[in-house]
């Protein structure tokens, strides 16, 4: 995540290191790569304030990325749909002039799980589905906003009788194009994969629906590790009551 310069060009890393998956919402960091900060509001633009993200290929094309958000430090975008597997350039361009440019590689997958804290680490951006026994469901929260720490923690998910099925539904992107089952293991022990797809509502999430696992109650804050194509996503948390 750390910006860097080299002659003339403005560099950056990403949140989850080089390799992206066509599709995935991606985060470019660097120095003056936009004068103004917005983010889209409505259908996302392949230019906003001037500045458009475009993403070169292995196949030797050359499209233009949807963004989400930009400021001088940071763009948020989706790797074009159609991007091919392999080595790829994005370059950062304004008006019609590039001014950062990065190399990247594309695989089929490459799981990222998002955090309540906007980091990468920590609770799960994720919400707990619980199904009662007569078919009634309610989502429960896993986060919550600790003031003294000034971050989201762990809210304690309580599984209920032995009747109730409580599911975490939590939010990554990179999974998408997966050729297998994701395998997640929760607190150590193996979770139930119920759902594994794009988020219909937000452009380039993804979703994975997981059982929790009833002998992971009381185990308290647990890892949730999820793999996907033999490939490993960040390991955030959640806690079992």
Known sequence: MRPSEAGD???????????????????????????KTGAATTQLPTSFEGISVKVADSAGAERDAPLFFISPGQINYQVPPGTAVGAATVTVVNGAA?????????????????????????VVAAVALRVRQDGSQIYEPV?????????FVAAPIDLGPATDQVVLVCFGTGI???????????????????????????????????????TSMGKGEVDVVVTVDGKMANTVKVNIK
Do not use: C, M
Not at 22 to 31: L, R
Not at 143 to 151: H, P
């Open 9 to 35: 060009s403005r560099h950056f890393d990403y949140f989850a290191g080089p390799t992206l998956a066509a599709e995935s919402i991606a985060a470019a960091f660097g120095v003056g790569l936009a004068a």
């Open 176 to 214: 998408r194009f997966r050729s297998s089952w994701p395998a997640v293991k929760i607190g150590g022990e193996d979770a139930e994969v119920l759902f594994s797809g794009p988020q219909p509502d937000f452009t380039g999430l993804d979703q994975i629906n997981a059982q929790l696992p009833r």
């Open 98 to 122: 590039p001014i950062a440019r990065g190399a990247i590689q594309i695989a089929t997958v490459a799981p990222g799980l998002f955090a309540a804290n906007a980091n990468g680490q920590g």
């Open 143 to 151: 986060a919550q906003f600790d003031a003294s720490q000034n971050r």
